[in-house]
C-alpha cells in the first residue's frame, strides 16, 4: 500500500500563488506517473499536471503556463506551484500516485486539500 499526504492548500486572493505537497509512504518503490488532479463542487475529478518517473510532464490546457509540477524521485514527493491563481481554479485538489504491484499498475490516491481562490 502506499499513503498519500497532500498539504499547502488554502484561501488566495485571485493572482496570488500556493504551493501544494505531496508526501508518500509506505510501499513508495515502483512509483512510476505522480500528478494532480482537481474536483470542483458538482464536477467530475479532472487532471491539473502529472510527471513521470523521468520528468515527462503534462498539463490541462487551463493552467499551461502558470502552475509547474515537479517530484523528488528520491523523497518521492510531488509539488504543484500553482501561480497566477484564478476563482476558477477552486477546488479540492487530490494527489495520485501509480505504482507498478508486480502484476498491474495501481493508483493510489491523497485525502486531498482545499484550494480556494477569491475574486
Known amino acids: 500500500q502506499v499513503q498519500l499526504v497532500e498539504s499547502g492548500g488554502g484561501l488566495v486572493q485571485a493572482g496570488g500563488s500556493l504551493r501544494l505537497s505531496c508526501a508518500t509512504s509506505g510501499s513508495i518503490f515502483s512509483i512510476n506517473d505522480m500528478g494532480w488532479y482537481c474536483q470542483a463542487p458538482g464536477k467530475q475529478r479532472e487532471l491539473v499536471a502529472t510527471i513521470t518517473r523521468a520528468g515527462t510532464t503534462n498539463y490541462a490546457d487551463t493552467v499551461k503556463g502558470r502552475f509547474t509540477i515537479s517530484r523528488d524521485n528520491a523523497k518521492n514527493t510531488v509539488v504543484l506551484q500553482m501561480n497566477s491563481l484564478k476563482p476558477e481554479d477552486t477546488a479540492v485538489y487530490y494527489c495520485?500516485?501509480?505504482?507498478?504491484?508486480?502484476?498491474?499498475?495501481?493508483?493510489?490516491w491523497g485525502q486531498g486539500t482545499q484550494v480556494t481562490v477569491s475574486s
Open positions: 495520485k500516485a501509480t505504482r507498478w504491484t508486480g502484476s498491474r499498475w495501481t493508483d493510489y
